[in-house]
């Protein structure tokens, strides 16, 4: 039996399953919301996606097969090659919805800030796992949380300089549930959330744009029953709440013509990706969206699980980031769809139609199961002195 094999045989089939099972469920959902449509763009928009998938599983088994421990070497790299990408298109890329955040390569559009978010994850673990042993002054906690506050806040910035506000805001989940098993002592991470906290005001006056303060402004109003304009800036909101609380306990059944997405109240261009919860809800009711959440927690505790074993600090902030990425994005999507959080253009993972996104998800859920995999192999010297320094 070869190695290689050994590990594949050895990878956690339960997490790879959950995995496929959203996916595929996923393609259905974007076929249920673009079948109707008369524009053969529109209407394909389930193969699009059905094609990146594929390129994702490409990459989701080399990152599992090939032990995580390569990123000691490349992680930095794609770090940095990654914000300049960014950096570039934040000021020369193509606008969509009045976001400058994709970059035309020719024959398709990719957004970087996607691509960043990954790379951030690993320059992130590489560092809080690392950094200690550069130079002595790194082992005090407020200097590791000065550099690892530095890698998230110039993409961060760069995001936000974008109109991306969705993107943006996945940042601060992700750091926070880093920093937290990076062993940064407790007392810096309340300093943190309450300064952000004194922040917040000057943040939403002087830091959002008109539209964006509309939008909180509007959520605000509808949970407190006002009258609001439902042909205006509530238009989105109102309608998914009426597509969601419609399809009742059984929902309305597939290719139903009655629904709410196929009378066009929900927009086609945003059907398949910021608001195909409000699909799934309308068509498979509750019990489709109970089941969906349902595979989220699975899928988030089989990660947990993953990091609880994995053989060094290095994986588990790995596991860990990745936990915070999809976390936020299921949260912000669905929670943006119930009146939960303001709306916010954010995808959900392995559902929503996206090339860029649905690549980097799988890709970094691969290294998930690479640290599976590689957790009962023995930890280098490097890892064993790690542990002793911070003992």
């Not at 951030?120 to 200690?132: E, P, R, V």
């Not at 000057?202 to 959520?219: D, M």
């Amino acid at each position: 039996m070869t190695p290689l094999f050994r590990k594949f045989i050895g990878s956690n089939w339960l997490l790879f399953a959950n995995i496929v099972a959203l996916a595929v469920f996923g393609v259905f959902a974007i076929y249920s919301a673009c079948w109707m449509r008369e524009d053969p763009e529109l209407s394909n928009k389930w193969r699009y996606q059905t094609l990146w998938l594929l390129i994702g599983l490409v990459g989701y088994f080399g990152a599992s097969l090939i032990d995580y421990r390569w990123i000691r070497r490349l992680g930095l790299p794609f770090y940095i090659v990654s914000v300049i990408v960014l950096a570039y298109t934040t000021f020369f890329g193509t606008s969509v919805y009045g976001t400058r955040g994709w970059l035309n390569i020719g024959f398709m559009l990719i957004q970087p800030s996607q691509i960043t978010i990954g790379a951030g994850i690993i320059a992130l673990a590489l560092a809080l796992s690392t950094m200690h042993l550069v130079h002595p002054v790194f082992r005090n906690p407020f200097m590791r949380l000065l550099v690892s506050g530095a890698i998230m806040a110039v993409p961060f910035l760069l995001v936000l300089k974008q109109g991306d506000l969705g993107s943006a805001i996945v940042w601060i989940p992700v750091y926070g549930a880093m920093i937290l098993v990076g062993n940064i002592p407790l007392r810096y991470f309340a300093v943190i959330i309450l300064t952000a906290t004194i922040f917040l005001p000057f943040a939403y006056f002087f830091g959002l744009k008109e539209y964006q303060k509309k939008r909180i402004t509007t959520q605000i109003e509808m949970l407190q029953g006002k009258r609001v304009n439902v042909l205006g800036e509530a238009y989105n909101a109102y309608n998914a709440l009426l597509a969601i609380g419609s399809g009742g306990w059984r929902g309305k059944g597939f290719k139903n013509p009655d629904t709410v997405n196929h009378k066009g109240f929900i927009s086609p261009h945003t059907a398949i990706n910021d608001f195909i919860f409000p699909v799934l809800a309308e068509v498979h009711g509750f019990r489709g969206s109970l089941l969906l959440l349902g595979g989220f927690l699975l899928l988030l505790m089989q990660c947990l699980h993953v990091a609880f074993y994995s053989r060094d600090v290095l994986g588990r902030l790995l596991v860990v980031g990745v936990v915070g990425l999809l976390f936020a994005h299921i949260y912000q999507n669905v929670g943006m769809n119930l009146l939960i959080m303001p709306i916010t253009g954010i995808p959900l993972p392995l559902i929503s139609f996206g090339g860029t996104f649905t690549v980097i998800v799988l890709f970094l859920l691969g290294l998930v199961q690479s640290v599976w995999i590689h957790r009962i192999e023995p930890e280098p010297v490097e890892a064993r002195l790690q542990v002793e320094h911070l003992e």
